[in-house]
């Protein structure tokens, strides 16, 4: 009878060890996988992306302006150095779009232009024929031509055409006849003050350009 016994408990023995072992290959089986999968990055990243996708989305949508915060300074970046390395692409994409902006606004603003010189010229050819003649007498300049200089809004007294790098003044014209201005002068103190604006101000070691200089009632243009 006691060997029955004995013999009954070594078989339950051998039955819930061959139990626990089987658990124990199955959770050494499933560790190895797991530690495989960490050394894994890339199935890591494809497992988990959905999971990070849906709590950034949901982060998103709760917290706008404070995602904004956290990205700007990353994607920002980003941006800058991408708009820098691929000026030439950007220009190509936006050419098309900006082309037709300008020409639109270029028209627009020729067509305003135009009424407004034609307004003015009837004006003068109604109300001020008689003053203009006088005054056309006094100054030696054609009524016509006179009329159409006071049709402008603006007056050119002079222009230099001056070497960009040199400073040197390549031409010089002036609609006063008697012109006593010292066009050499003039074109280096110009020459010295952009290039004083531009190194000052410059940024991120790129220079900004001077385009614009008021003088009194006048402006001074500068263009490249």
Do not use: C, W
């Not at 109604?126 to 031509?145: E, H, L, P, W």
């Not at 809004?153 to 031409?171: C, T």
């Not at 006063?176 to 103190?189: L, V």
């Amino acid at each position: 009878m006691q060997y029955e016994d004995e013999k009954s408990l070594e078989l339950l023995k051998q039955i819930f060890l061959a139990e626990n072992n089987e658990r124990l290959e199955e959770f050494e089986k499933e560790l190895d996988e797991i530690k495989l999968l960490l050394n894994d990055k890339e199935k890591l990243i494809n497992l988990n992306l959905p999971i990070t996708a849906e709590l950034l989305r949901r982060k998103i949508d709760k917290s706008n302006d404070e995602m904004a915060e956290v990205f700007y300074p990353i994607f920002g970046k980003a941006l800058k150095k991408q708009i820098a390395e691929s000026k030439d692409e950007i220009i190509d994409i936006l050419y098309p779009i900006m082309g037709q902006t300008i020409k639109k606004t270029v028209t627009e603003a020729i067509k305003d232009l135009y009424e407004s010189i034609n307004l003015k010229i009837d004006n003068a050819l109604r109300k001020g024929i008689f003053s203009k003649k006088i005054k056309s007498t006094i100054s030696g300049v054609s009524t016509s031509d006179l009329i159409i200089q006071e049709s402008f809004p603006f007056l050119i007294n002079e222009i230099f055409l001056i070497h960009e790098k040199s400073g040197l003044l390549i031409s010089h014209v002036s609609s006063s006849q008697n012109d006593s201005t010292d066009a050499d002068i003039i074109s280096s103190m110009l020459s010295a003050i952009k290039n004083f604006v531009s190194e000052s101000f410059k940024s991120d070691s790129e220079s900004k350009d001077l385009y614009e200089i008021q003088y009194g009632d006048s402006k001074i243009i500068l263009e490249r």
